[in-house]
């Protein structure tokens, strides 16, 4: 097995682990589980794959649905055994992250061969179903925290198309893209790195903002 089909499976597992987390703080029932469990492991993946406009992965390869409920089974019997599930959700959540921005990014050059198209690819595949997870739970949206987490994905698809740019081995690069991606997500979590955020300012009342005269003034 690659690097590259290890982040794939890794990622769905992980991510699908992430959505059964949440399935137990809410509190849900076992198909609950399995459906959160679901949606966020082959989420990123399936819009990734619709927009590439290729045959979406999990439907000719059933093993990807089947690791969404056996890992769903499986938290939903040992999920009690954790002390902060919310802690665990956004650490698996930045695993998942770092592997499918790799993966993302490595299927959108291989079909597009564009870099630009892969970094998105990368991003969407890597982001799109914690989103997802979050809307659907009721729990606080990763994407609203103040902590760095699209940017992370970013990096690490930028790194793969980067390393493939600099002909380095297609397992190489996904691990590098792997190891950018988490470190950013990673140190955003331990350090609370983040952006810069927007500064909402007073708005002017409309008769403090000067007039320019009309060109048919200025003749």
Not at 63 to 80: E, G, P, S
Not at 119 to 125: C, V
Not at 181 to 194: E, M
Request: glycine content about 10%.
């Amino acid at each position: 097995m690659t690097p590259i089909q290890f982040f794939d499976y890794a990622g769905i597992a992980v991510f699908a682990a992430t959505g059964a987390l949440s399935a137990s703080r809410k509190q849900l029932d076992i198909v609950g589980f399995i459906f959160l469990a679901g949606i966020t492991g082959i989420g990123g993946g399936t819009l990734r794959d619709v927009i590439l406009n290729v045959p979406v992965f999990w439907i000719g390869n059933n093993i990807y649905v089947l690791t969404c409920v056996v890992t769903a089974v499986l938290v939903f019997f040992t999920a009690h055994l954790v002390e902060s599930r919310w802690r665990l959700l956004l650490w698996l959540d930045a695993l998942g992250l770092a592997a499918f921005a790799a993966m993302g990014a490595a299927k959108g050059l291989a079909i597009t061969g564009s870099p630009v198209v892969a970094i998105i690819t990368g991003m969407l595949t890597a982001t799109f179903g914690g989103i997802l997870r979050d809307v659907i739970a009721g729990e606080p949206s990763v994407l609203l925290r103040p902590e760095i987490y699209i940017s992370a994905a970013g990096v690490g698809a930028a790194v793969y198309v980067l390393a493939d740019r600099l002909l380095v081995a297609p397992q190489m690069a996904a691990i590098l893209a792997f190891a950018a991606g988490f470190i950013v997500r990673g140190g955003a979590l331990w350090f609370g790195w983040s952006l810069h955020p927007y500064k909402s300012r007073p708005g002017r009342n409309p008769e403090d903002i000067p007039h320019r005269r009309s060109k048919r003034h200025l003749r």
